[in-house]
Every structure is written in structure tokens, then in C-alpha cells.
């Protein structure tokens, strides 16, 4: 075969701008590694903290900038441990930035572990008695002092069910249906739990779903509700949502009022345009993030319920 004939199928210029692409990627990998690297050899101060925020990262450093901000102030003295599941170079460092603001532990993870994995391994980061799991989008708007009060009560794990019916008439006719529909189990985006009590039977992978109980449903993590139910059916308490004017973004409500904000699909958009899940453009939904980020920032938030 003659080889002159076969590069003439690939532009020269089309190689040097792979070649290049290619060449940032792999600089951009590595600092990210080391950057890792450098952070899981720090000591860790030892904290005070009565109640542990525990955060999944996944490529949405602004987002959990304001989670962050969220937290710090309504919650002051908590403290807060990150978990970064393998983000881009640039998402994890600025990650890492944010994280410093807010005095805020990292912990980058290596190697594939899936948001179950993650929030296995933020449980068994708690030292506190009290403990609340949040994605890196959900955003609160309120102390969450009512549902961290239940867990004196005897309330074991508090959240809001995993329903999402799009019903906002800024959401396009063909979009009013239910993306999510498993009321029975509580959603990883907001989850208030007493693990002083849990830690003591729940092992070291209580997220992961028991084959023992039959198929694995939509999600591996609704073990978590699900051991929590064969233990102690009562000790569950959920919560209501109802959509808002940003984007598909949802509220969490107790006693009918907003105490949290979560966006859906914040790092599932990252490097994606086009289509996603049921039609939803993933560059409608950016703008829209944009959006409540910009807002919140500037004191203007204008959560629209439906």
C-alpha cells in the first residue's frame, strides 16, 4: 500500500489540531493526578463540628461554590467534607479553589467508583452524630434545623422522595411527565440521617443494593432507604418538591416551605450539548444553571412553585 496515499485521508491540519487536543488533555490529566495526590497527603485537622455536610463532586465547580457558600451560611460551624468522582482537570482544581474558600475538606477519589461508591465513602468520613449528604447542586435556603431535631426524635433518615413530574408552564407541553417515579425511596440530593445510630449496623457499603431484596431498581443507592425500612420503617421522614421557574430545578419543602433548591443535571451537562434524558436539551439546561447561579449570587433568586 502506498503509505502517501493513506495521509492524504487526514488533513495535516486536521492531525495537528488532534495532536494538540490530545497534548492539553493529557498535561491537564496530569496536573489534575497530582494535584490529587498532593491533597490526599495533607494532615487533616482534627474538628469540633456537631454535624458533618457531606458533598458528591462531579465537574460542576461553580455549582458547588454556592452549595458550599449555602451551607457556610446557615450552618457556620459544620464541617464539610467533598468527594470529587475523577472531574476534568480544570472542574477538579477549581473545585479545589472553592473548597479553600469555604474551608471545606477534598477528598479526590481515584479510579471508578459511581455516585454509590462515592456516598459510601463520605459515610465513612462522619465522625459526627448527625450527618447530611447533598449533590453538589442542591442548595439550601434555610438552617436545616427542623429535620436535624427529627433525628433526636428517633427519625433515622430524612430527605425528599425521588418523584420529579415536570409541571411548570415554562417547561414545553411534550416535557410535562415524570422523569423520576420512586416515591418509596429517598433521593441522594438531600439526605439529613443520624448516623451516630446507623454506623453501628449499617457496614461500610449501606448505599449499595442487597441482591438478596430482588432486581436493583433505578438506583444502586436506594439501598441506603431500604435497609433504613427492614430496620425501622418508621424512622423515615420525606419531604415534598415542586418545581421552579429555573430550568428543571426542584424545592424541597417542610412544612410548605422551601428549605432547599436542588438543579438536576448539573454535572451531566458538562462538555455535552444536544439532547438528553427524554428531549432535554443539555444547552437550555446550562443556560438555565447559568442562570440561578447568576441570581443567587446577586441576591435575586425568584423561585416560581408549581
Known amino acids: 500500500m502506498d503509505c502517501s496515499v493513506a495521509r492524504k485521508k487526514i488533513p495535516r491540519d486536521k492531525t495537528a489540531r488532534f495532536d494538540l487536543a490530545a497534548a492539553a488533555y493529557c498535561t491537564q490529566f496530569m496536573l489534575a493526578l497530582l494535584f490529587k495526590a498532593w491533597d490526599l497527603a495533607k494532615p ?6 456537631q454535624i458533618t455536610f457531606c458533598v458528591a463532586h462531579f465537574n460542576a465547580a461553580d ?38 474558600k469555604f474551608s471545606a475538606e477534598l477528598c479526590p477519589l481515584l479510579g471508578r467508583r459511581g455516585h454509590t461508591g462515592t456516598l459510601n465513602f463520605l459515610f465513612r468520613k462522619i465522625r459526627t452524630k448527625t450527618a447530611v449528604f447533598l449533590d453538589q447542586d442542591c442548595v439550601l435556603l434555610e438552617p436545616l434545623d427542623p429535620l ?5 426524635a428517633g ?6 422522595r425521588d418523584e420529579m413530574q415536570t409541571t411548570h408552564p415554562k417547561h414545553p407541553a411534550a416535557w410535562h411527565k415524570r422523569f423520576r417515579k420512586n416515591p418509596q425511596f429517598i433521593h441522594a440530593s438531600l439526605m439529613v440521617v443520624n448516623a451516630g445510630e446507623l454506623r453501628h449496623w449499617m457496614g461500610s457499603q449501606p448505599f449499595h443494593w442487597d441482591s ?19 430496620q425501622s420503617p ?8 415542586r ?35 427524554g428531549g432535554v436539551e443539555a444547552d437550555w439546561l446550562r443556560s438555565e444553571m447559568s442562570r440561578f447561579i447568576r441570581d443567587y449570587w446577586a441576591g435575586t433568586l425568584e423561585l416560581d412553585l408549581q
Not at 155 to 160: A, E, F, K, R, T
Not at 214 to 228: S, V
Open 44 to 49: 487533616r485537622a482534627k474538628s469540633k463540628a
Open 63 to 100: 455549582f458547588l461554590e454556592v452549595t458550599l457558600h449555602a451551607i457556610r451560611r446557615h450552618h457556620a460551624e459544620a464541617r464539610i467534607v467533598v468527594a470529587d468522582s475523577q472531574s476534568a482537570g480544570s472542574q477538579y482544581l477549581a473545585a479545589r479553589a472553592a473548597c479553600k
Open 148 to 152: 436535624l431535631q427529627k433525628m433526636a
Open 155 to 160: 427519625i433515622l433518615l430524612s430527605g425528599p
Open 212 to 230: 438478596a431484596w430482588g432486581p436493583q431498581p433505578l438506583e444502586r443507592y436506594y439501598g441506603f432507604t431500604e435497609r433504613i425500612r427492614r
Open 234 to 241: 418508621d424512622a423515615i421522614f420525606s419531604l415534598d418538591s
Open 243 to 277: 418545581h421552579t421557574g429555573y430550568g428543571l430545578g426542584m424545592v424541597y419543602l417542610h412544612d410548605g416551605r422551601p428549605i432547599a433548591y436542588h438543579n438536576w443535571y448539573s454535572g451531566r451537562i458538562f462538555g455535552h450539548s444536544g439532547k438528553m434524558d
